[in-house]
């Protein structure tokens, strides 16, 4: 109970300490008009309240990642829950943070055109590719996952349910974001508290079930992982969301189009972040702890992935009324994401063929393609696509941690704070790839681990160079 407390309260401590001295580093403007007033066109670019901002930040970026991933990664035991930690306060909540305030400072734009400003044009078309296969891959999973919760609560079958979420998407992809996101999300904001809450204090009164039962201060940098995971690098990659995530990348522009002030880029992007870290640390001690360890939870997802997980735990902790609210907390989470995703999907495409988004037809030209090749993708393993999203989604925080270490040297500024987790990511992703049998190359741990590092060295340098001889300050905003 103590260790679980304690990284909540950490996490809830970096917000106001490390996130201040972030936002001091980035250096605001709040004279300074955002492009919600200065591109307003009603249809993206709205001025919208920072609560509902926030809100719908938090929405945005909590699918099932936050969820899942830390329910995959709780088979490491506590460990998990460090990582959640430092990785939501010192890379996650930063990275989200320069996603969005660099989107501010350029009138409101995408993540593959930031790459390019800071980091060059191949940089950009690599990163144009990059994010719309990773916005189409978790387009799908945010489709298969709550349809398949939803089957269990109704009975109707997956394939239909598909359909009908991918409508709704379609719909919502297209419309003007105060229509339904500005409107909805808020409410469903409420019920993600609720979710959240709930099962944290059922969990806490529970006689049946301790918090993180069993696990001394010794064993939480143990690795617990009864498959024989290596927790390096893999622990990095299962859990994304909840500790740094590159689709959120791609999500916060979307708000950085509404939101009315700098001085609120803090709350919304950074403090979304550690929203969502609160999250990730909720469900991974419930997997410890609902089902009594890490052998218990193992036998769980061999019968049924995280989805039965979700289930029996919400179910067991609220009972059947209390347990489906819950679900229906955790169905929304996907849902309010993956609507989302094709969302930013369409505005970079949108940007990168100079296609104005005013009118419907323009709109609609954009979308359609994107949920063919999204229906296509629905055919294929989930399991499959869930692996090459976390190796997609890592490899884009990496480029955007890397575009703000750009922006900050090429500034004088203190680039470290970006630097830093830029490096570890980027030697995460190259050792797995290195490493991993099923998705890379099958070599051995040490020398994929010292190959990955020294990569990662070459490319930080590269990167310090060339945005110190290149005048930054020339193409991009005056600050």
Same mark, same amino acid.
């Given at each position: 109970?103590?260790?679980?407390?304690?990284?909540?309260?950490?996490?809830?401590?970096?917000?106001?300490?490390?996130?201040?001295?972030?936002?001091?580093?980035?250096?605001?403007?709040?004279?300074?008009?955002?492009?919600?007033? %200065?591109?307003?066109?009603?249809?993206?670019?709205?001025?919208?309240?920072? #609560? /509902?901002?926030? $809100?719908? +930040?938090? $929405?945005?970026?909590?699918?099932?990642?936050?969820?899942?991933?830390?329910?995959?990664?709780?088979?490491?035991?506590?460990?998990?829950?460090?990582?959640?930690?430092?990785?939501?306060?010192?890379?996650?909540?930063? =990275?989200?943070?320069?996603?969005?305030?660099?989107?501010?400072?350029? +009138?409101?734009?995408?993540?593959? %055109?930031?790459?390019?400003?800071?980091?060059?044009?191949?940089?950009?078309?690599?990163?144009?590719?990059?994010?719309?296969?990773?916005?189409? $891959?978790?387009?799908?999973?945010?489709?298969?996952?709550?349809?398949?919760?939803?089957?269990?609560?109704?009975?109707?079958?997956?394939?239909?349910?598909?359909?009908?979420?991918?409508?709704?998407?379609?719909?919502?992809?297209?419309?003007?974001?105060?229509?339904?996101?500005?409107?909805?999300?808020?409410?469903?904001?409420?019920?993600?508290?609720?979710?959240?809450?709930?099962?944290?204090? @059922?969990?806490?009164?529970?006689?049946? =079930?301790?918090?993180?039962?069993?696990?001394?201060?010794?064993?939480?940098?143990?690795?617990?992982?009864?498959?024989?995971?290596?927790?390096?690098?893999?622990?990095?990659?299962?859990?994304?969301?909840?500790?740094? #995530?590159?689709? =959120?990348?791609?999500?916060?522009?979307?708000?950085?189009?509404?939101?009315?002030?700098?001085?609120?880029?803090?709350?919304?992007?950074?403090? @979304?972040?550690?929203?969502?870290?609160?999250?990730?640390?909720?469900?991974?001690?419930?997997?410890?702890?609902?089902?009594?360890?890490?052998?218990?939870?193992?036998?769980?997802?061999?019968?049924?992935?995280?989805?039965?997980?979700?289930?029996?735990?919400?179910?067991?902790?609220?009972?059947?009324?209390?347990?489906?609210?819950?679900?229906?907390?955790?169905?929304?989470?996907?849902?309010? #994401?993956?609507?989302?995703?094709?969302?930013?999907?369409?505005?970079?495409?949108?940007?990168?063929?100079?296609?104005? +988004?005013?009118?419907?037809?323009?709109?609609?030209?954009?979308?359609?393609? $994107?949920?063919?090749?999204?229906?296509?993708?629905?055919?294929?393993?989930?399991?499959?696509?869930? /692996?090459?999203?976390?190796?997609?989604?890592? @490899?884009?925080?990496?480029?955007?941690?890397?575009?703000?270490?750009?922006?900050? =040297?090429?500034?004088?500024?203190?680039?470290?704070? %970006?630097?830093?987790?830029?490096?570890?990511m980027n030697s995460v992703i190259f050792t797995f790839i290195l490493n991993s049998k099923t998705l890379g190359f099958g070599n051995e741990m040490t020398v994929s681990t010292i190959a990955g590092v020294a990569a990662s060295l070459v490319i930080m340098a590269i990167v310090l160079l060339r945005s110190k001889s290149h005048n930054v300050?020339? +193409?991009?905003?005056? @600050?």
């Amino acid at each position: 109970m103590s260790w679980f407390l304690l990284c909540v309260a950490a996490l809830i401590g970096g917000y106001f300490i490390y996130g201040a001295f972030v936002e001091k580093v980035f250096g605001i403007d709040t004279k300074r008009q955002t492009p919600a007033y %200065t591109k307003q066109d009603g249809v993206d670019y709205v001025p919208m309240s920072t #609560s /509902r901002v926030y $809100l719908i +930040q938090l $929405l945005n970026i909590a699918g099932v990642g936050p969820i899942f991933g830390p329910i995959m990664g709780a088979l490491y035991g506590p460990a998990a829950m460090i990582w959640i930690v430092l990785g939501c306060i010192f890379a996650g909540a930063v =990275h989200d943070y320069f996603s969005g305030m660099l989107s501010v400072r350029n +009138q409101g734009a995408s993540v593959p %055109t930031m790459v390019g400003k800071y980091l060059g044009n191949t940089a950009k078309y690599i990163m144009n590719a990059f994010a719309i296969v990773l916005l189409l $891959l978790v387009g799908v999973v945010f489709v298969s996952a709550p349809a398949g919760l939803l089957a269990n609560l109704t009975g109707v079958s997956v394939g239909i349910l598909v359909v009908v979420i991918f409508a709704y998407y379609l719909f919502a992809t297209i419309v003007p974001v105060d229509k339904i996101i500005g409107r909805l999300y808020p409410f469903f904001g409420a019920l993600l508290v609720f979710m959240s809450l709930g099962l944290t204090i @059922a969990l806490m009164v529970s006689s049946e =079930h301790a918090v993180l039962p069993g696990f001394e201060m010794s064993q939480l940098m143990t690795n617990m992982n009864p498959n024989d995971m290596p927790l390096w690098p893999a622990l990095f990659i299962t859990i994304a969301c909840g500790a740094v #995530s590159g689709f =959120h990348a791609t999500q916060s522009p979307l708000m950085a189009r509404c939101m009315e002030n700098e001085a609120n880029g803090r709350f919304v992007f950074y403090g @979304a972040m550690i929203g969502e870290g609160v999250i990730a640390l909720i469900w991974c001690a419930l997997a410890l702890s609902f089902f009594n360890g890490v052998e218990g939870l193992n036998e769980a997802l061999a019968n049924g992935g995280p989805s039965n997980v979700v289930y029996s735990a919400s179910t067991g902790l609220l009972g059947a009324v209390g347990g489906i609210v819950a679900i229906l907390g955790v169905i929304v989470l996907p849902i309010t #994401s993956g609507d989302t995703a094709f969302r930013s999907a369409r505005l970079i495409l949108s940007e990168l063929f100079v296609v104005s +988004q005013e009118k419907l037809n323009k709109r609609i030209m954009m979308a359609l393609p $994107l949920f063919v090749i999204g229906a296509i993708l629905t055919q294929v393993d989930f399991g499959v696509i869930w /692996r090459y999203f976390g190796v997609a989604n890592q @490899a884009t925080a990496t480029v955007m941690l890397w575009t703000a270490t750009a922006y900050l =040297h090429g500034k004088g500024k203190f680039h470290w704070i %970006t630097t830093i987790p830029a490096l570890f990511m980027n030697s995460v992703i190259f050792t797995f790839i290195l490493n991993s049998k099923t998705l890379g190359f099958g070599n051995e741990m040490t020398v994929s681990t010292i190959a990955g590092v020294a990569a990662s060295l070459v490319i930080m340098a590269i990167v310090l160079l060339r945005s110190k001889s290149h005048n930054v300050d020339a +193409q991009a905003e005056t @600050a």
